[in-house]
């Protein structure tokens, strides 16, 4: 029988039964109680938690995201750390940040459809056997056959589409779930196992100031659920979306955004390509940015992307006078490798 040990998360009236193998993240995040997290596999540290009585083991948790002072002044990484003892713990993030949670759960789908959709990125859409409840621009795992290994990938339908999830997927060389499954094996009609949601790149409530939405390649996923579930519930004044990629054949659902900005006047599409000329944007999609407002005071904006391309679009809206506070992000991480035993 599989020993388990008590988690209690201070300053809340939460006690979690967690497994001694569990990571405690996914032990609160099942039970509905938040704790702050970004990337799940211990790259980014969002999850940070002090513990403050009891031990837990560290597994592979980057020392560059909890360095050697870190452990030894009690801080953990609720991805990674299982309990060794009954423990308490503190996230450093806010555990009440006024944005709805919704429990991890574990589904299991059918593949509806799978198409080639721009250079080496598919269109994914699983219908699941039971309804998963979601934020726009959350994301989930999906688990590579055979392995127990779980890949990430947000979805890019609205909330409203709570069986039906659609996914934007970019082919890695080698890659052990595109290349070693997405793009050779899986077919439609399949059965697929994923677990979400996850993460805390969202927007759920209305608000009074523009957005900005800057995505890159597969980026534009959970831009796309963010876009359809604002228009929808009128939640953005204006919205400006950017997608930015090298060439022409980089571009995707260009025409799905083109006929929505036509029908909305408050979306304004802008896709933008870097080394390519055409009729559109050209140049790098930040500088695009830059070149269309002179000042973006009093606007807010989503980026979600690969790391350069995070950096860079936050360097230029602060150029242009946004407020930090305002900009939110979901950066690409690399996907960890699995332990070999």
């Known amino acids: ?8 998360i201070a300053g ?4 979690l039964s967690v497994a001694q193998d569990q990571p405690i993240l996914d032990a609160a995040l099942r039970a509905n109680a938040w704790i702050p997290h970004s990337c799940t596999q211990g790259t980014c540290g969002t ?17 560059y ?24 713990v503190e996230p450093i993030g806010a555990v009440d940040d006024g944005v709805p949670h919704h429990p991890l759960r574990d589904y299991t789908g059918t593949v509806i459809q799978l198409d080639d959709i721009a250079a080496n990125t598919r269109r994914l859409v699983v219908e699941l056997d039971t309804e998963m409840t979601f934020n726009a621009g959350q994301y989930s795992e999906l688990i590579v056959p055979g392995t127990g290994v779980g ?17 934007h997927v970019k082919l890695t060389p080698g890659g052990l779930a595109t290349d070693g499954w997405i793009f050779s094996s899986l077919s439609v009609g399949d059965p697929i196992s994923l677990r979400g949601p996850l993460g805390q790149f969202n ?12 995505g890159g390649g597969t980026g534009l996923a959970p831009l796309k659920s963010i876009v359809q579930h604002s228009l929808a519930h009128q939640l953005v004044p204006e919205i400006y979306l950017y997608h930015g990629g090298r060439r022409r054949e980089d ?30 944007a050209n140049g790098l999609v930040t500088d695009v940015v830059l070149e269309d407002f002179s000042s973006c005071k009093g606007m807010s904006a989503y980026l979600c992307g690969p790391p350069a ?8 809206l602060k150029r242009r006078r946004m407020a930090p506070r305002l900009i939110f992000r979901e950066e690409f991480t690399p996907a960890a490798t699995p332990e070999v035993e």
């Open 1 to 8: 029988m599989d020993q388990t040990h008590r988690v209690r």
């Open 12 to 15: 809340t009236d939460t006690d």
């Open 47 to 63: 999850c940070k938690l002090k513990v403050l009585c009891g031990a837990v083991d560290h597994h592979g948790s980057p020392d």
């Open 65 to 88: 995201t909890l360095t050697a002072e870190e452990r030894s002044s009690g801080l953990a990484l609720a991805c990674m750390a299982t309990p060794r003892t009954d423990v308490t």
């Open 151 to 167: 890949r990430q990938y947000s979805m890019a339908n609205p909330p409203s589409e709570s069986r039906r999830l659609e996914f």
């Open 203 to 214: 927007l759920v409530a209305e608000q009074p100031q523009p957005a900005i939405l800057i």
């Open 251 to 280: 571009l995707y659902d260009f025409e799905y955004f083109t006929a929505l900005s036509e029908d909305n006047a408050n979306l304004h599409y802008r896709p933008a390509l870097s080394e390519e000329t055409w009729s559109g």
């Open 309 to 316: 391309m995070i950096e860079a679009s936050v360097k230029a």
